[in-house]
């Protein structure tokens, strides 16, 4: 126990983050590639098909938006607690945390009743695609339960530094969705061919499954944070500590979700086969984001750990680390999307019409992606210092304020060009308020340069 309590604040910087990153980034690795074989199989069914699941992505982001938010107030939390030492806290703050995710559980399956054809029907005219996002939305909200508890173990186990237990269950969710997909969607091994449905089926499988692993894991040996009913207490502090950097944190990551919904109805306004460019694009980016998230993750607990024991100059090596690594896979993408789209897009049976426009589009806005990386790290080093609204406000700016209205006046001058075009410059305006705000957050002593 003493040693989970301590190491955070011990071992050097850089091998203590590449052993809490490595394991996370090849955890969010292996979740994208799920992610985009999801997508290439049910490309299988036809451009309405692909459609479909993309007009459903923004509902279904919504959920892990809303777990991981919550999830990364928690390890915060815990990751706090545990550096000055308190334990009492840090129990607390997982078992309060697992209860409020059974609150949002039920909120999701109201959500996925009363919500899902309304919102859906914004977006289509077409009845097959209507029916199609539909089947697949009903699925991952009412039955979304394993997504959220298995985020809330997830970052509990992130708060303690249990990087590898993470990267085994994530990874082992993941394929037991890859498995079931072709299986359930085709209708092979006598199973029927569900189409669209049949991903759906795979993908809460695989989550329920992942969360029953954690629990297993949980249950087999004492952790660093222990859940337990007696420290199921009302705590209005914890819980405002939570929400303080959850809520941000959740809008953080409902703007994609947003962003989406409102780019899709400018793009559909040009042509349907733009909004199928964009959701094939936010499927892509996953590739280069999210091990770039496994970075953050690693960081989080170190960051919030010695910020709680009070060694500020850990907290700004690791940040400086953490900048450092994460430009490399920025760099790489970009590499990759101005030298390779072609083959990239061909993963998804791109026609021509589709492959012409998905090439124009990642050349222009993989020019953002080297840029992002100081929005993305400085973004997670507030929320580990428990500072939500800076935050929030670096990712407003990376996927909101700036993107939407650009995309609105610039797409009437350049179409989906003005479109593609917003993006890198969004990540430009957060780059330059992320160095301002650091810079002021408590006399600049977290700055790393």
């Given amino acids: 126990m003493k040693k989970e309590n301590t190491f955070m604040k011990t071992k050097p910087v850089l091998s203590l983050l590449i052993s809490m990153s490595v394991p996370m980034m090849l955890s969010m690795l292996i979740q994208s590639l799920y992610n985009i074989v999801d997508s290439i199989y049910v490309s299988r069914l036809g451009t309405d098909a692909l459609t479909a699941v993309s007009l459903a992505y923004p509902l279904q982001n919504a959920i892990v938006s809303v777990g991981v938010g919550i999830g990364v107030g928690i390890s915060s939390a815990i990751s706090i607690y545990l ?5 009492e806290g840090a129990d607390r703050s997982a078992t309060i945390g697992i209860m409020l995710t059974v609150f ?10 009363f919500i899902t054809k309304p919102f859906l029907s914004l977006f289509t005219e077409n009845p097959a695609i209507l029916q199609d996002a539909c089947d697949y939305t009903y699925i991952v909200l009412c039955l979304s339960f394993g997504s959220l508890l ?24 993941c394929v037991i969705n890859i498995i079931l997909d072709p299986i359930l969607i085709f209708g092979l091994l006598g199973f029927p061919a569900l189409g669209v ?17 954690y629990v297993a894991v949980y249950l087999r040996k004492s952790y660093a944070v222990h859940i337990r009913l007696k420290h199921l207490k009302f705590d209005k502090k914890i819980i405002g500590q939570i929400y303080g950097v959850g809520i941000p944190s959740s809008i953080m990551m409902l703007l994609p979700s947003v962003l989406i919904s409102i780019l899709n109805s400018i793009l559909a306004a040009i042509s349907d086969v733009y909004v199928a460019v964009l959701g094939v694009y936010f499927k892509l980016q996953t590739f280069i984001y999210m091990p770039a998230n496994g970075i953050v993750q690693g960081m989080r607990p170190i960051i919030g750990y010695n910020f709680g024991a009070g060694m500020t100059g850990r907290v700004r090596t690791a940040i400086r680390y953490s900048l450092a690594c994460t430009a490399v896979l920025m760099l790489v993408g970009t590499a990759l999307s101005l030298l390779i789209p072609g083959p990239i897009f061909s993963l998804f049976d791109a026609d021509a019409q589709l492959m012409d426009a998905g090439i124009k589009a990642l050349r222009i806005i993989c020019l953002g992606f080297l840029v992002s990386t100081v929005g993305v790290i400085y973004s997670g080093t507030f929320e580990a210092l428990g ?12 996927q909101f304020a700036v993107t939407i209205p650009l995309s609105l006046v610039l797409s009437r001058f350049w179409g989906a060009t003005g479109v593609w075009v917003s993006f890198p410059a969004g990540e430009l305006c957060a780059c330059l308020t992320a160095f301002f705000l650091l810079k002021r957050f408590q006399d600049g002593s977290f700055s790393p340069l």
């Fill in 197 to 213: 449905a049949g991903a759906a089926i795979a993908t809460v499988i695989g989550q329920i499954s992942a969360f029953l692993l």
């Fill in 387 to 398: 500072n939500g609204r800076n935050s929030l406000i670096i990712s407003l700016l990376r």
């Fill in 104 to 113: 949002h559980c039920i909120l999701f399956i109201l959500a996925g009743i």
């Fill in 83 to 87: 550096g000055k030492g308190d334990q």
């Fill in 150 to 173: 298995q985020i809330a173990f997830e970052k509990i186990f992130q708060g303690i530094g249990q990087m590898k237990i993470t990267m085994y269950l994530l990874s082992a969710g």
